[in-house]
Nanobody
Framework: QGQLVESGGGLVQAGDSLRLSCEAS????????MAWFRQPPGKEREFVAG??????????GDSVAGRFTISRDDAKNTMYLHLQMNNLQPEDTAQYLC???????????????????WGQGTQVTVAS
């Protein structure tokens, strides 16, 4: 079974940067679409960023485009998904979750229901 474990969250001030990482193991995640989602308190889960395997094409949510960058370090046994977050704002406060699905296609990449694997999440809190 595949496992996703996030790290890198914390409490920061508005305008600061953070880098989240997701360690993916136990499955050939190097062949999967990978993504970051976030869930603010009391709100629905929101697509943040996604990246396809092999050609590494990236996709971003409207609220983070230009500030966040998704990247991946692929390996057969353990791969890593990263999210560089710059100019963080209080509205970015949320639980950030790593997700994966066994597909090379970017179709419906923003739909959380299409993902099979999920991490437990890491909390990001941005103070004003």
């Amino acid at each position: 079974q595949g496992q996703l474990v996030e790290s890198g969250g914390g409490l920061v001030q508005a305008g600061d940067s953070l880098r989240l990482s997701c360690e993916a193991s136990g499955h050939r995640f190097d062949r999967d679409v990978m993504a970051w989602f976030r869930q603010p308190p009391g709100k629905e889960r929101e697509f943040v960023a996604g990246i396809t395997p092999f050609n590494f094409k990236t996709y971003y949510g409207d609220s983070v485009a230009g500030r966040f960058t998704i990247s991946r370090d692929d390996a057969k046994n353990t791969m890593y998904l990263h999210l560089q977050m710059n100019n963080l704002q209080p509205e970015d406060t949320a639980q950030y979750l790593c997700a994966a699905r066994p597909s090379q296609s970017a179709i419906e990449i923003r739909a959380s229901s299409t993902y099979n694997y999920w991490g437990q999440g890491t909390q990001v809190t941005v103070a004003s």
